[in-house]
C-alpha cells in the first residue's frame, strides 16, 4: 500500500473559509493545480482546465485547488492582495492556497518534486497521489484519470451524450 501524499505547506488560503488540510478532503477526489500567476500555460491551460473539471464534476465528489506556488518573480506576484486581484479577474473561485516560503523556496512545490508550472496533481479518495505531471495534461486524459479515481459514473454532472452512466448499450442504440 502506499503511503499518503504529503500535505501541503500553506501559508495563506485564498476562496476558503478556513485552511484545508488534503486529509480533510478524504472521501473525496482532489485535483490541486499548481501554478502562478505570471506563468502563460498556467492562465491559458492549468486554471481554465481546472475550472472546466469544477464545473464538469460534482463538489462532494472531487475538491479542486490551486496551489499558488511562486519560484520566480516573487515580489510581482507574491502577495495575497495580489492574487486575490487575480483570481477576481479569472472568475477563480475554487479555494487556493498560497505554497509556504522558506530558505529553499516553495515549500509544497519541493516536497512533492515539482519542476515547475503548472503541475496537475490528482489524489483518490483515500488521499493517495494517482497523478503528478509537469506541464499540460490534455482534458481527455485528465477526465479519464478523474474517473477513474472516483470508481463511478454518477460523479459527472449534467446529461449530456457524453455523460457516464448512461444507461444499457445493444444493438440497437442507449438508453
Not at 116 to 129: A, I, K, S
Amino acid at each position: 500500500m502506499k503511503a499518503a501524499a504529503p500535505d501541503w505547506a500553506i501559508a495563506h488560503w485564498l476562496n476558503a473559509p478556513a485552511p484545508i488540510a488534503l486529509a480533510s478532503l478524504r472521501g473525496r477526489a482532489v485535483l490541486a493545480v499548481a501554478f502562478q500567476m505570471l506563468c502563460p500555460g498556467c492562465v491559458s491551460q492549468g486554471l481554465p482546465q481546472a475550472q472546466r473539471a469544477r464545473a464538469m464534476f460534482a463538489e462532494n465528489d472531487l475538491a479542486v485547488i490551486g496551489l499558488h506556488t511562486v519560484f520566480e518573480h516573487h515580489e510581482a506576484q507574491g502577495s495575497a492582495a495580489a492574487l486575490s486581484a487575480f483570481l477576481h479577474e479569472y472568475r477563480i473561485h475554487f479555494p487556493v492556497g498560497i505554497d509556504a516560503q522558506d530558505a529553499g523556496g516553495p515549500v509544497t512545490m519541493r516536497a512533492y518534486g515539482m519542476r515547475g508550472t503548472p503541475t496537475t496533481l490528482l489524489y483518490d479518495r483515500t488521499g493517495r497521489l494517482r497523478l503528478h505531471e509537469f506541464g499540460h495534461v490534455e482534458d481527455m486524459r485528465l477526465g479519464a484519470a478523474i474517473m477513474a479515481v472516483l470508481g463511478d459514473g454518477e460523479a459527472v454532472r449534467g446529461g449530456g451524450a457524453g455523460a457516464a452512466g448512461a444507461g444499457v448499450c445493444g444493438p440497437e442504440g442507449c438508453n
